[in-house]
């Protein structure tokens, strides 16, 4: 697996979106054709063989992942997103942020019972916006297949909090 | 060109964001295997003989269908989104709404001069959005090849605020 390539097109933006964060910057990788190619390549990979019905994207980076994915695995997209935004009859799912909290959605007719899911982002990072999209798949009765993140920081251990054995990363930083 | 699937697969939500507009709901489409790779298959038709090296998604819908688009173009991706998000530095452009203003930023090294563009959103209505993005590019020195949507509200007559010729919608409303 060829993730040395994808890491070196991450670009780090230190202080970003605040003093001490240093912010991983997807949009280099994004611009290089062949590096994303690779990406969306070894997601297909991984999961091809693994009868996903729908794949679940995780407003907004993740949208960029899940609809190639989706395509690949021939399964239907849908959105998860920020309240408000989805028209139709949504649940919501509130979780909790260093100060405070948010909440994310989805149209309760995305999934049906049963159906095979993949959830996706770009980040694993506290896990908050990962479980609680998890928690929103369970509600409507979607069986979940697995996780997939480009990145995950390990030691924000969000792993633990999604507390699912199926979380694939491509890359751990 | 199988049009009529495409449009049947798009829910109308009757005042929606705020009474009196009629919301074209993509989601029912996306969550249709079948019909996003309809969609995808016949913007890559048209686009695919004309040399594009990067192809320019505005946030965050527009992400859905540019991603898969730059995958299956060979060409690189690149992020248009609200003020505040791209982490590295940026260009804005503002344009008007009904009330007040909005604006659109990319990243300054997300164009190389010459380089053939593709812009690409989910709707053309008012055109601001589209029209910004187009200038965005236009300061970047960026080669604009076309512009792609999903869908067109005609009777906003976004096509001529955008004022390029090389708009392709693949559903008229």
């Given at each position: 697996m060829n993730t040395d390539k994808i890491e070196n097109n991450i670009r780090n933006i230190p202080?970003?979106?605040?003093?001490?964060?240093?912010?991983k910057d997807i949009t280099t990788l994004l611009q290089n054709a062949e590096v994303f190619q690779e990406v969306i390549d070894?997601?297909?990979?991984?999961?091809e063989d693994k009868n996903i019905h729908k794949?679940?994207?995780?407003e907004s980076r993740g949208f960029i992942f899940a609809a190639p994915l989706a395509l690949r695995l021939n399964a239907g997209?849908?959105?998860v997103r920020k309240p408000g935004k989805l028209p139709s009859q949504t649940l919501n799912?509130?979780?909790?942020?260093?100060?405070?909290?948010?909440?994310?959605?989805?149209h309760t007719d995305a999934i049906n019972p049963g159906e095979?899911?993949?959830?996706?982002?770009?980040?694993?990072?506290?896990?908050?916006?990962?479980?609680a999209t998890g928690a929103l798949v369970n509600?409507?009765?979607g069986n979940i297949i697995g996780y997939a993140f480009l990145m995950e920081l390990m030691e924000l251990k969000g792993r633990n909090v999604v507390n699912d054995p199926s979380i694939f990363s491509l890359i751990t930083l």
């Open positions: 202080d970003f979106p605040k003093k001490g964060i240093q912010f070894q997601f297909t990979q991984y999961f794949v679940v994207g995780i997209l849908v959105l799912e509130e979780y909790a942020l260093e100060y405070g909290s948010d909440a994310v959605e989805i095979n899911i993949l959830i996706i982002d770009d980040l694993l990072a506290t896990g908050g916006t990962a479980k509600k409507l009765k």
